[in-house]
């Protein structure tokens, strides 16, 4: 078995982070959401990996390597425009053969990783092994409608008007029989190869499209709010360790993570909280879901359910709240502007000045 794994969206939803960063690159608890689906993939057995690159080619290149790090035989894929998964996986033919393979989004995160998926579809080799799981907002996703028996019966992309609230995840199981039906398909109003039309062609033509429902935690990290929830749940898994400085007038509160180099004085640090290598917190507070990353400095300043990358700067700001911080940012109070009033004022006038 293979992996085709999707690496090459441009990340629209995540500007303006994305302007310089591979989507797949932002971190979730300082490490980048790529890495998680690279190691659940070698969890479960799968080592040779084609990864699907586009725009930022040279960015995921260089973080994922030939694979070795990962335990995995990685051969990149260009496609020179984002024209859909079914695309992706009709570009990638030559490489696929005629062998069995997991299509997984490179920017999905799935808390315990795939491995039970992967095994369920080797044991009975249906054509397609979908996952599934129930949302609020199924019109985001593809959506699969299930009969009563539990078979699936209808897949749309993105649809107005959801018939069910179960969304497609982003990890398929593919037979063969999938070549034929990237082949058959024509672009959607998108102008894309949608992976549902394909996949609604193969249930037309009778194959054995299985479901699995799951009910543990997953997210397309496409946008900040569900980035800020996937580093929350990995958070709130973390083993507590003190590698770096800790000075005694310094509390650390819960599931905190001091990694080497680091160094907290005279801060409060409330759990679950990850503090990256080399990285500095002075005078400051820290609260729970709030990952630091390498080489920052926060200084006489409160930050909480927050991600911040490598070498960002905060001093001196109360508070930042549900945030998503670039690399190399600076964040500092504004200088004061000094302010005057001047008057004309009649008799008995009476006025309130808030200074």
């Not at 040779?48 to 070795?68: F, K, L, M, Y």
């Amino acid at each position: 078995m293979k992996a085709l794994v999707l690496a090459g969206g441009s990340g629209t939803r995540l500007r303006p982070i994305t302007n310089t960063s591979a989507k797949q690159l932002v971190p979730i608890a300082n490490k980048p959401v790529l890495y998680y689906g690279l190691e659940a993939i070698a969890d479960a057995g799968i080592k040779d990996v084609g990864v699907i690159v586009g725009e930022t080619a040279a960015e995921i290149e260089r973080a994922v390597g030939d694979g070795s790090a990962f335990g995995l035989k990685v051969t990149y894929i260009a496609q020179p425009q984002p024209l859909g998964l079914a695309h992706a996986v009709l570009i990638a033919a030559e490489f696929l053969e005629d062998d069995d393979f997991l299509l997984y989004l490179g920017d999905n995160f799935i808390l315990g990783g795939i491995t039970s998926l992967v095994d369920e579809f080797r044991a009975n080799r249906p054509d397609v092994q979908l996952m599934l799981t129930r949302v609020a907002n199924p019109g985001a996703y593809g959506v699969a409608t299930l009969t009563d028996t539990g078979r699936v019966a209808a897949l749309e992309e993105k649809p107005e008007r959801p018939h069910s609230d179960l969304a497609v995840v982003g990890a398929y199981l593919f037979t063969q029989a999938v070549h034929e039906a990237v082949r058959a398909i024509a672009p959607s109003e998108r102008g894309e190869l949608e992976i549902t039309d394909a996949l609604q062609w193969m249930l037309d033509q009778g194959r054995d499209v299985r479901p699995t429902v799951i009910t543990g935690y997953w997210k397309d990290t496409g946008n900040v709010t569900d980035m800020l929830e996937a580093n929350r749940c990995v958070l709130e898994v973390l083993e507590p360790a003190v590698e770096g400085t800790v000075s005694a007038d310094s509390e650390l509160i819960g599931r905190v993570r001091v990694c080497a180099g680091a160094e907290v004085r005279g801060s409060r640090i409330v759990g679950p909280a990850l503090i990256g290598a080399g990285s500095s917190v002075v005078d400051s507070y820290v609260g729970p879901s709030t990952s630091i990353a390498e080489h920052c400095r926060i200084t006489d300043s409160e930050i909480e359910f927050s991600i911040v990358l490598d070498h960002a700067s905060i001093t001196g700001v109360r508070r930042i709240d549900a945030s998503l911080i670039g690399c190399h940012v600076e964040v500092a109070p504004a200088p004061r502007v000094p302010m005057s009033h001047r008057f004309v004022l009649g008799d008995h006038s009476k006025i309130r000045i808030s200074s």
